[in-house]
């Protein structure tokens, strides 16, 4: 029968599982330490053994021996995608190629596709990733599995695959398509955990509903989601409808795959960093200077036991702040808050940075509002001016002029709160914002 | 006694104001008065119709951010000094109203803060005021 779990404040967390409580809830002194010692190795190995890396380190006048602390991380060079293109296919590779076991490939939408191998001990660390978030989400090797991603060359299939069978989970290896076939087998096989994207979740989820599938007496608990981002609508959405509770992970082919970080079920907008395996740092996009902690910024990442191809300082281009306070389910690796825009969404008003994410923040807790908005920058006499449309929803119209100009000036007061930049707000009819297919456009930059 | 208005929320842009008049012409919805009013971003325009819950429940349909209040229905003489005489009216009981509109023929819609007093208010100046029921009487043939 599924049972999602409570809310957060409700869950007996001493209950659930951790994978590894050694390193997951051990000091914060004591995760610097490791992250110390690996940085200093995997610097070494990587100028070693990276030609592409040698260059630019000796261009920067910087050797390993220049690795003392935690912050020297920051007199190395960072990495861009572009960098793993130019030497398409092998050229960052750090081991012979009989050392790879196995090699996987992003789907190269933008250029040639990013090609990484990884050797038996890379698999090691990737699985125990994995490992790590799905005891977060509560699976154990009670767990029956079932795959809806496509296995081949993307990341996530095989990568949740390992990981799942590291902990003992038996593996339903389904694959992707055949909607009804993945109800038929989860009626026939009691799965209990799901992995799939949740836009294919709730095809699954509507597609059981017209087939007249009981979700409710279903023997599904759980939904492991990834491959692209879950808005957190859709996400309370599947959690109703299907009667399971659904986490969600991070990660990137470039460092690994999926599993750098995973979501547990304290903080459901945040996930748990695999800080013994990345260095994190988050940046401002625009200098690369670090933020402060909790600060808004790009996520930088130095994957530091990586050996078939050592990465330093990649540039990830997703916009995140990170915490280190400790968390309520007993882990006190540092949490991520979810990458919801990326750094090329970034707009400067005014010479202040703003995301467009937190203008979703501030509309998504205004009860009066629709969640959709619009920003609109322009100049007027050099300043920069930006307005943001916002959709009021019918219930909220007051019939009154003052009413309504109170309310706009109400929103602009909370947007000016966290954006630090006052913006003009314009109450626009409910459905007034374009809504497009996929990738909402919520910016129009009229200063370019 | 009182009439049903009803408000719509509209940006101030060509054609936004056209939509929802053609959604009343198709629902055979009469406008016997409106007024609108704008911020110079977005509008607030008024409605007197002759169904009122059909004209709320097609906006509400289209999702149209709308609402109803009730206003006071004045039928005035046809003659000069009928509006001054409505306004001195209200104006020496204190009344402060909000904001005023001729329907068509010589009916005014009045919105006040307190409808009772201002309508004893005019009672006691003899002018004549107007229900939903008699509305649609005295405007027959008077469509907008």
Partial sequence: MGTPMPAPDQIDFSALPIYLPEVECTSRERIRAIQLAKLIEQVGYTYARVPWYRDQMDALGVTPADIRTLDDVRKLPFTDKSALRETFPFGMFAVPMDEIVEMHASSGTTGKPIVVGYTAADMDVWSECIARLAQMAGVTAADRVQMAFGYG?????FGLHYGIQRIGGMMIPAGAGNTERHI???????TTTLIAT???AMHICEVG??????????TLERGLFGGEPCPPRLKAEIEARMHITCTDNYGLTEVMGPGVSGECLAHRDQQHIAEDHFLWEVVDPATGEPVAEGEMGELVLTPLDKRGIPVLRYRTHDLTRVTTEPCACGRTLARMQKVRSRCDDMLIIRGTNVFPSQVEDVIGRIDELTPHYRIVVDNEGGLDRMTVEVEIKPEAFSDSFEEMSAFAREVAGKLRNVLLVTPVVRLVEPGGIERTLGKAKHVDDRRR | MSITQISVFVESRPGHLTRTLEAFAEAGIQVRGFCAGDTGEYGIVRFIVDRPDAAMALLAERGAAARTSE??????DDRPGALARAMVACAQAGINIVYCYSLAATCIALSVKDIASAEAALADADIDLVDQAELARVLAGATL
């Fill in chain 1, 153 to 157: 060359m993307f990341t996530g299939g």
């Fill in chain 1, 184 to 190: 038929q087998m989860i009626e026939d096989y009691g």
């Fill in chain 1, 198 to 200: 949740p836009s294919y």
């Fill in chain 1, 209 to 218: 509903e017209k087939l007249g599938f009981d979700w409710a007496s279903s």
């Fill in chain 2, 71 to 76: 206003v006071l229905c004045a039928r005035l």
